[in-house]
């Protein structure tokens, strides 16, 4: 199984910062890549898929890249709303797996 | 707009089975774009995929449930199931149900049921 492994596992930051989380592959999966935000007692929702392609209706301040092994998302502008876990999952191979996630929190 | 919603008893019991039913509204089971994926959180933790299954009946599961999943989908009612057999304690979790997108390169989830807790308890 690829395993999926993101850093940090939670991090601090203000309202308008500028956050980056990072997912790394434990072998090569090309740009089969998405990542999804959940927030307490909801869904999942998925934010980017194929690495870098936002999904519709998700803000562009939510940005996605990488290839390979290591992979990126950025929050350019934290709004309250974005306050969340973040999980990045790998499609390239069955099972597909997710990371561990990342929790943004609020300074 | 699309809506899925998970459906099933939120207690089962040590060995027995899991039965869960997602019903789809707002667009058809029988697309040919899209597979329809279980996915489970255990308190607390991460995701798990657990499989999949297309409206042909034709199934995708995670080996490390050891053959223990079964899916199914009845496109009459517009839904789709999960059998997980011999469930033990480690089977506690959120059991979310979500729209695969497969047809073009990469697969994603792009819509998920709310999700429904199920407790192994005796």
């Known amino acids: 199984d690829i395993q999926m492994t993101q850093s940090p596992s939670s991090l601090s930051a203000s309202v308008g910062g500028r956050v980056t989380l990072t997912c790394r592959a434990s072998?090569?999966?090309?740009?089969?890549l998405n990542w999804y935000q959940q927030k307490p007692g909801k869904a999942p929702k998925l934010l980017i898929y194929?690495?870098?392609t936002l999904q519709s209706g998700v803000p562009s301040r939510f940005s996605g890249s990488g290839s390979g092994t290591d992979f990126t998302l950025t929050i350019s502008s934290l709004q309250p709303e974005d306050f969340a876990i973040y999980y990045c999952?790998?499609?390239?191979?069955?099972?597909?797996?997710f990371g561990q996630g990342t929790k943004v929190e609020i300074k | 707009q699309l809506q899925l919603q998970e459906s099933g008893p939120g207690l089962v019991r040590p060995s027995e089975t899991l039965s869960l039913t997602c019903s789809v509204s707002?667009?058809?089971?029988?697309?040919?774009?899209?597979?329809w994926g279980w996915i489970r959180q255990p308190p607390g933790e991460g995701l798990e995929w657990i499989g999949s299954?297309?409206?042909?009946?034709?199934?995708s599961d995670n080996p490390s449930l050891k053959s223990r999943v079964t899916m199914s989908v009845d496109t009459s009612k517009n839904q789709f199931s999960l059998r997980l057999s011999s469930v033990t304690a480690a089977d506690a979790a959120v059991y979310y149900c979500?729209?695969?997108?497969?047809?073009?390169?990469?697969?994603?989830?792009?819509?998920w049921g709310q999700g429904t807790l199920v407790t192994v308890s005796s």
């Open positions: 979500a729209r695969l997108q497969w047809l073009l390169s990469p697969v994603y989830f792009d819509y």
């Open positions: 707002g667009g058809s089971i029988s697309s040919s774009s899209y597979y």
């Open positions: 299954v297309y409206y042909t009946g034709r199934t």
């Open positions: 072998q090569t999966i090309s740009t089969y």
């Open positions: 194929g690495a870098s």
């Open positions: 999952q790998q499609t390239y191979s069955i099972p597909w797996t």
